[in-house]
């Protein structure tokens, strides 16, 4: 039963750069990590485990040496849960392996690591959760990010490698950009929403993007569902009747996601597998990829949803657990009624921590 | 190797460290996380007759040192308990011990009724005080009903263990213990979460859908200790009853302190969630301290607590 993909890590921190306000870009390094892909997540202890865990710590103690009391909970808020990171990118190099988290300072956990040094130890677990499924080879990859819901979208910038690919990239204002803007990257204006070679992350993988900002501090003024309407609009991808044009290209898509992800939800958890899909080649209709928060997430599948394009959703959730156990991260999802869970209903329950991050938009229900 | 095994009601366990039910899954979830062949007994998730969905997020929140659940029993039910989740607990390297939920005499009655002819099954723990689904009888807080509740499974489970989970959000934890022992229950265990609440100061809402939720973590440990110090000594010991511990424990010195309180074993829940490893490195901590104290066999330390006016067990003068 033990499938040796998963595991509890002791990372070194190769690196810790304000990128924004708010936002880190964290490096963390480990001589070896299970194959990853994007979309997966990991799980970031907020505080070091040792400190507490160490059986010992109670007698490592000398006469005239004033007593150690880190991770003591005086009157400082320590996380004790983990909290779940999104992979913003991975490099295997010959030291080992290198992942990047991308983060924003919002609580007890984000603020410790916002804090950490170079050669500090972080305790992470995983690789856990789904993947994205990538587009077939001459199907173009659509990325919306959000916020923090950019980092997902920038491994799979890093993954599709080539392939044809826009980003969409949106924020409250530019400060909170986790981003390069290219150093002479004129603003486009405020009305623009031409994808332009103006993010380097996702530049050098020659994916063209749309910065937007609901102040129009930078780019397109207004929400990046906005600027992704228009610009499908004008690809010629129309808000359609249901069951006409790309019909039978989605419902093949959407197999095709469904037969990669059953491989691992119809097992037990502990033979979930990042590397069991196999990518089946499927329409040259374009995939949306979102994350961010709820309600642009949700605006992004209903865009997609009426114009019959298969959109990839990786939700976000307050986790206990991230292995399936605590049951907390749940979402509804649209079910034939006669299956399982829940005989009956329409809907159930999915985890987004083992049956997620990844959905698929048509089955959600939110 | 000191001697870890523990003797609850009848299982010999090789140590005392147990999952709590709701924070280990059904089966095999941590698999790749912990040795599981190295766990005293593993508790499932409570199954109830009825599959049930669960509440509406969000369904937890971290508090200071603790945090507050409220799943609402989602669980997949009887039928497919048996049907998909058995098949897994028969491969369980080491004891399974099922919880079980209900809104009713019946709903108890048949689920217990089903686990008696399994041999996967080494016990059976009774989860009369989830505090987070509002349908129903209330058990966990009424002596006289789980007495009667205690005696009606006890009859369908004649062959196994019975182990009733009592809720510490009573007035007197040991009128509860008491009922439970008078009804026939094998072993108690406690306690479960504390009924709190926490609210978002932005939104003036209560942070969790189902507004209140159970409080865990090593906020609660001591709570936990002192209500298994009172159960122990008031009902338990004379009763020869054996304790399972748990609320808050995370690392092998909260373990000793349960079993110094009474404990026979201990259950780790809420630390399952950041090191599933735990329980494995509790046995380690508690081999070391054993070692260091001299003491021989783990089960001798179980409600070894001196409080004062005890008479010291043995004088040091003659």
């Known amino acids: 039963m033990h499938s040796a993909l998963r595991e509890q890590f002791v990372c070194t921190v190769l690196g810790n750069v304000p990128l924004c306000r708010e936002h880190y870009r964290l490096v963390l390094g480990l001589r070896e990590f299970p ?70 300072v919002v609580g007890v956990a984000t603020e410790w690591m916002s804090r950490l040094n170079v050669g500090d130890a972080v305790h992470i677990l995983g690789p856990l959760g789904n993947r994205f499924h990538l587009p077939a080879p001459e199907g173009l990859a659509i990325l919306v990010g959000g916020g923090v819901g950019i980092p997902p979208m920038l491994y799979l910038a890093e993954r599709l490698a080539g392939q044809e ?33 103006n993010i380097g992350e996702f530049a050098k993988h020659g994916i063209a993007s749309v910065i937007t900002t609901d102040d129009g501090s930078y780019g397109f003024r207004g929400f990046v569902t906005q600027a992704l309407e228009r610009y499908l609009d004008g690809l010629g991808l129309r808000v359609q009747d ?15 996601f469904k037969a990669s992800q059953t491989t691992s939800a119809a097992s037990s958890p502990s033979v979930l597998s990042p590397q069991s899909s196999v990518l089946r080649p499927s329409s040259v209709l374009p995939t949306l990829y979102t994350c961010g928060p709820e309600p642009m997430m949700k605006r992004v599948a209903d865009i997609a949803s009426a114009r019959g394009l298969p959109c990839q959703i990786a939700v976000e959730r307050a986790m206990a657990c991230g292995m399936g156990t605590c049951q907390s991260c749940c979402i509804r999802v649209r079910k034939p009624v006669d299956s399982v869970p829940l005989k009956g209903r329409d809907w159930a329950y999915r985890l987004a921590c083992t049956d997620g991050p990844v959905f698929m938009g048509s089955d959600l229900l939110w | 190797m000191p001697d870890l095994s523990v003797n609850l009601a009848g299982l010999r366990l090789a140590n005392p460290t147990l999952t709590c039910s709701g924070t280990c899954g059904y089966a095999f979830e941590y698999a790749d996380f912990m040795d599981l062949s190295r766990l005293g007994a593993f508790v499932t998730k409570s199954i109830t007759r009825e599959e049930r969905a669960g509440n509406e997020p969000a369904r937890i929140v971290e508090t200071r040192a603790g945090m507050l659940n409220a799943i609402g029993l989602a669980n997949v039910g009887l039928e497919r308990f048996l049907n998909e989740k058995v098949p897994l607990l028969r491969q369980m390297p080491c004891p399974v011990i099922v919880n079980v939920a209900g809104h009713s005499f019946d709903d108890y009655v048949e689920t217990c009724g089903a686990m008696e002819g399994l041999d996967c099954v080494a016990g059976v723990e009774l989860n009369v005080s989830c505090p987070n689904v509002k349908d129903g009888l209330t058990f966990g807080t009424h002596p006289g009903r ?29 009128v509860t213990a008491r009922a439970t022992v008078e009804g026939g229950a094998d072993a108690l265990s406690l306690v479960n979460t504390f009924t709190a609440m926490a609210i978002d100061i932005h939104k003036r809402r209560p942070r969790l859908a189902n507004v209140t939720g159970g409080l865990s973590g090593p906020a609660i440990k001591p709570i936990a200790i002192h209500m298994v110090s009172r ?14 511990g748990m609320g808050g424990v995370q690392v092998w010195q909260d373990a000793v302190e349960f079993m110094l309180a009474g404990a026979t074993a201990v259950a780790v829940g809420t630390a399952l969630f950041v090191d599933p490893a735990s329980p494995n490195k509790i046995c380690d901590g508690l081999a070391a301290y054993m070692k260091k104290q001299g003491v021989e066999k783990l089960s001798d330390l179980v409600g070894s607590l001196e409080l004062p006016g005890d008479q010291p067990k043995t004088s040091p003068y003659p």
């Open chain 1, 35 to 104: 194959a990853t892909d994007p979309g997966q997540f990991i799980q970031i202890a907020g505080r070091d485990l040792d400190i507490d865990y160490n059986p010992e710590r109670e007698i490592d103690w000398e006469p005239g040496r004033a007593p150690d009391v880190r991770g003591k909970e005086l009157m400082t808020p320590l996380a004790m849960l983990r909290r779940p990171f999104s992979l913003a990118g991975r490099r295997d190099t010959p030291d080992g392996v290198e992942l990047d988290i991308i983060h924003r």
């Open chain 1, 242 to 256: 249901s069951g006409k044009r790309g019909e039978g290209d989605l419902k093949s898509q959407i197999s095709d």
């Open chain 1, 165 to 197: 690919g826009v980003a969409f990239c949106g924020a409250l204002t530019r400060d909170l950009l986790p981003l390069t803007i290219l150093a002479g990257g004129r603003s486009p204006g405020i009305d623009s929403f031409e994808p332009v070679a």
């Open chain 2, 231 to 244: 159960v122990y000594r008031a009902v338990a010991k004379s009763a020869g009853v054996p304790i399972v």
């Open chain 2, 146 to 174: 789980l007495k009667e509740l205690t005696a009606q499974v006890k009859k369908v489970l004649p062959s196994k263990p019975l182990i009733v989970k009592l809720s510490p959000n009573v007035e007197d934890v040991t």
